[in-house]
């Protein structure tokens, strides 16, 4: 507030002017004042679908968490809360095999997010074995005829 009185004559458009600028500084120093809530839930509700890439993923952790909390996700704290996140949040056969890893490999997210990949990119060819393993039966089972 000024310390002195200004001397505004609300009547003068200059006068008017001036007075709504002080107003708005006041809006906004109080707006700037006031921290923002940080949103847990909205972090824990970003789940890894299961077609989506790792990558894809980090990013969207990122993203909610650079919107719904203070932490910077480039700093120390904002990068162990992701970690957790990740590993938290990824799909059942990535999470599984992240919970696996050695506890100094699974605080690094680099190595988790490598490990991650390798699980992603796995999935196709556990799909196509397992499609070969059933035509194999099937196979093995018209070879034999029909049962008795």
């Not at 008017?16 to 002080?22: A, P």
């Not at 708005?24 to 109080?30: A, L, N, P, R, V």
């Not at 993203?63 to 910077?72: E, S």
Request: hydrophobic share 35%; proline share 5%; aromatic share 8%.
């Amino acid at each position: 507030f000024p310390l002195q009185d200004p001397k505004w004559d609300v009547n003068r458009s200059a006068h008017m002017e001036r007075l709504q600028g002080y107003q708005d500084w006041i809006t906004k120093g109080m707006v700037r004042a006031i921290p923002k809530t940080i949103n847990w839930s909205a972090l824990y509700a970003v789940k890894q679908s299961p077609s989506e890439s790792p990558s894809k993923f980090l990013d969207r952790l990122r993203d909610a968490m650079c919107r719904n909390t203070l932490l910077d996700p480039g700093s120390e704290v904002g990068i162990q809360q992701l970690v957790s996140l990740f590993l938290g949040q990824s799909t059942g056969d990535i999470r599984c095999k992240l919970q696996k890893l050695r506890p100094t490999e699974g605080r690094n997210l680099e190595i988790l997010l490598d490990e991650a990949w390798r699980v992603f990119s796995n999935r196709e060819e556990g799909y196509r074995q397992g499609q070969r393993k059933l035509m194999a039966v099937i196979q093995e089972e018209r070879g034999r005829g029909p049962r008795r």
